[in-house]
């Protein structure tokens, strides 16, 4: 029987643990995603190494990020989990693209200008080649819809417009992907400085809840972060930005609306409860994803398996396209 699901398809970078960040405005809505789509879950250790990096580290985050995903609801009985790097077809895919890529479309990106400023001369070429290969990613499973952060977008936007540029110049060949994002949680921002994205890389670590942080430092951080000098729980994301944060991070975590969530605390006169109920919901969703992550973390043999599953269903679809795609794109083929 032919499956007619829509596929569903995103990854993560296994730079180091994931945090509240990815998971309120990535992995929990791709846990609601599972059983509607056809959904493959890939961790972009390829993308991993266009920053400065260890490489023992980015093996050891690579099959940690597969136990957090499981831990988070990806049941690799129903969605595939597979790393970027075992496949044969993304770099190829990626090579073919970045030939119909302007250049300056990818040096105005986003990401592309904040990442370079942070490691300045020694910038290398794979980071400006970073959305390109993402959209790869993204074509050569055809998938129809990406759920990502706010922060993505971009990217979708760039993956969108390569795909209608092959379609129209060698035939249809490519799904044109539309992004999935969600309402709340797209963008949590930093606990300490609320108007930057919380992110592993930030310095001060206090702005970033881990989903492997326990249930005190969890509590330390959220009662720790930056508010202002009101006592209203209002969302004012402009002049009140840390509780706004907040907010958003409340509603995400118990999916629930913003209204309602702002509903919740009105007529409140301190910040103190506010928070408290900020970190209970927030400890009752990670606690139990932590403790399932403690567990899966040290059975080496069980992800290499679902990695092995996921592999060879990816490597399958990934063949069909690479075949396709040389095809019209005139490469020999006897
Ligand atoms: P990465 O590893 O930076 O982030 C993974 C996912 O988490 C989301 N995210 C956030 N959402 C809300 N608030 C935040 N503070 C926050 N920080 C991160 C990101 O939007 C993302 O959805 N380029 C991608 C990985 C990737 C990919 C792909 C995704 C590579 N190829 C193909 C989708 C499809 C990235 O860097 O994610």
């Not at 300056?104 to 990401?111: D, I, S």
């Not at 959220?222 to 508010?227: C, G, N, Q, R, W």
């Not at 118990?254 to 109920?277: D, I, R």
């Amino acid at each position: 029987m032919v499956d007619s699901k829509k596929i569903v398809l995103t990854g993560v970078q296994p730079t180091g643990k994931l945090h509240l960040g990815n998971l309120l405005g990535a992995v929990s809505s791709w846990e609601r995603m599972i059983d509607e789509y056809d959904c493959l879950f890939f961790l972009a250790d390829q993308h991993a190494i266009t920053m400065p990096y260890v490489p023992a580290d980015l093996r050891k985050n690579t099959l940690d990020c597969v136990a957090q995903y499981i831990a988070c609801g990806l049941d690799p009985t129903r969605c595939k989990i597979f790393l970027q790097s075992q496949i044969i077809g993304h770099t190829e895919l990626m090579w073919v693209l970045g030939c119909l890529t302007p250049i300056g479309q990818l040096e105005r990106m986003t990401q592309f200008k904040d990442k370079s400023k942070k490691v300045g001369e020694s910038v290398c070429s794979g980071l400006l080649f970073y959305p390109v290969l993402m959209a790869a990613d993204i074509l050569l499973y055809n998938a129809d819809l990406v759920p990502v952060g706010e922060d993505q977008k971009q990217h979708i936007e760039l993956t969108r417009d390569l795909a209608i540029k092959f379609n129209n110049a060698f035939s249809p060949t490519f799904t044109v992907p539309e992004p999935y994002i969600g309402s709340t949680g797209a963008r949590i921002m930093a606990l300490q400085s609320p108007s930057n994205k919380m992110s592993k890389s930030d310095a001060n670590q206090n702005s970033v809840v881990y989903i492997t942080d326990t249930d005190d430092i969890i509590r330390k951080k959220l009662m720790s972060a930056v508010t202002d000098s009101g006592n209203s729980v209002t969302y004012d994301p402009d002049n009140k930005p840390g509780i706004a944060n907040l907010l958003n991070i409340y509603a995400a975590t118990k999916n629930l609306s913003l209204s309602v969530a702002v509903e919740e605390f009105a007529g409140l006169s301190s910040y103190q409860p506010f928070k408290q109920a900020v970190a209970d919901a927030v400890i009752a969703k990670i606690h139990p994803i932590r403790e399932r992550y403690l567990q899966l973390a040290n059975d080496k043999e069980y992800l290499y398996s679902v990695l092995h599953d996921g592999r060879l269903d990816a490597q399958k679809r990934a063949n069909r396209m690479i075949a396709k795609v040389y095809r019209k794109s005139g490469f020999v083929n006897e």
